[in-house]
Each structure stands twice: as C-alpha cells, then as structure tokens.
C-alpha cells in the first residue's frame, strides 16, 4: 500500500487558486493517482485521477511529478463550496486492494 | 452515483448487542469495501472484498466480521457492540471501468 503524506490543513481565500500537496514516495508502477473530498456531513466524491501526465476536468487539475512521488491538486477559483477534506490515494484500477487513505487535508476557504 | 444503498441509515443500539449493517449494490462490481469514520478523522478500513466470499482484513477489522454471499449485498456485522464502534460507517465501491471509488451515504451507529 502506498503511504501518503498531506498537510493537515490549509486556508484560501474565495475566487483565488488553491494547490494542494500530496508526497506519495512509495507509489508503484500501476497506482494511478486519485483525489477524493469529503464535504461535511457527506460520504467522500471523486474528484480526479491519473497516471503520469496532467489531467483536467470540471471540477479540478491535477499536476503529477515526472518522477510520481508527489502531485498536485489545483482548485483554480475555489469557492465556498470547495471547503471540505482531501484526501489523495494512489490504487490500481483493477485488482484486489487494501485501499487506506490518510489523514486528508482540511480546506477552509475564507469569503 | 453506483446505486449504492446502505442500511440502516441510522441505528441506536446497547452495548452486547449484535448489529448488522448492509451495502447494497445494483450495478454488479467486484470490489466492495467498510470504511468507519470518527469524528475529526480520516476513514479507516475495516474488511474489503474482492469477489463473492472473497474477504480480507483492513486496518481496523477486530470486533468486525463480514459476509459476501452474492456480488450485489456485503454485510458487516459486530457480534457485540462495544461503545467505542459508535461511529460512522462507509461503504464504498471501485468501478473498474473509471476506477472511481463511490461512496454509499453512510450509517450513523450509536452503542449505548
């Protein structure tokens, strides 16, 4: 299982981009990258995945280090609505898997 | 949304008591998982399946058995609830087509 490292916590402010780290030394070569939230009082929503080179959706990018030992969860103009716990969690697609996620990082956004 | 249900959605129950909490899936994936959650903390794995009486521990399965007996329903039950299972639990499954984790609406379990 890969082990992750994130910040415990992090403030932005509204309408600004918001970069959140995630170190994930250990990933193997078939761990694709996943970015879950967790808004309060719900269950945790995907948010974005890769492999190796940068993706784009609606919701988000994520930045993916050459080497994949750490990525980057870009908010591009995070709103209120943004405020939650993200959690990254590297899994292979198919296969049996523990799949443990960390301790996540709280992000408060200031209106 | 993985058609995933959970039930009870809420339940009050006495210390040594048995309690059963269900995951119901309708769109046939392999993988299944338990999650609890405490408040002001992360999730944790408790049992996750891989097939039809295919099971294996988590990070936090003492006091938790599992049961998969078709793909649709996975079962996690605590044989005597103890207070310190109060919490919220999770189900979750993995699209093997996306690889997205979809998460059931949770079980609020509360051990007097």
């Known amino acids: 299982d890969a082990k992750t490292t994130q910040p415990n916590s992090m403030e932005s402010n509204e309408e600004e981009p918001v970069h959140l780290p995630c170190n994930h030394s250990?990933?193997?070569?078939?761990?694709?990258i996943h970015w879950y939230r967790q808004l309060p009082s719900q269950g945790p929503e995907y948010v974005i995945h890769g492999l190796t080179s940068n993706v784009n959706n609606r919701m988000a990018s994520l930045a993916i280090a050459e080497d994949r030992k750490s990525s980057t969860l870009i908010l591009h103009r995070a709103t209120l609505r943004d405020a939650a716990v993200y959690y990254c969690?590297?899994?292979?697609?198919?296969?049996?898997?523990?799949?443990?996620f960390g301790q996540g990082t709280r992000l408060t956004i200031n209106p | 949304d993985a058609g995933i249900t959970q039930s009870p959605r809420h339940k009050v129950t006495e210390t040594g008591t048995p309690v059963t909490l269900r995951c119901h899936q309708t769109?046939?994936?392999?993988?299944m998982y338990w999650y609890r959650q405490d408040p002001g903390h992360g999730l944790r794995l408790i049992h996750y399946?891989?097939?039809?009486?295919?099971?294996d521990k988590g990070e936090v399965s003492d006091g938790y058995s599992v049961s998969r007996s078709k793909t649709e329903d996975f079962l996690l039950t605590l044989e005597s609830a103890t207070s310190s299972q109060t919490s919220v639990y999770f189900c979750a499954i993995i699209n093997t087509n996306t690889g997205e984790l979809f998460f059931g609406e949770g079980s609020r379990l509360t051990v007097l």
């Open positions: 969690i590297p899994h292979i697609i198919q296969g049996a898997q523990k799949l443990v």
């Open positions: 250990t990933i193997s070569g078939t761990d694709y």
């Open positions: 769109e046939n994936h392999r993988y």
């Open positions: 399946s891989y097939g039809v009486k295919d099971t």
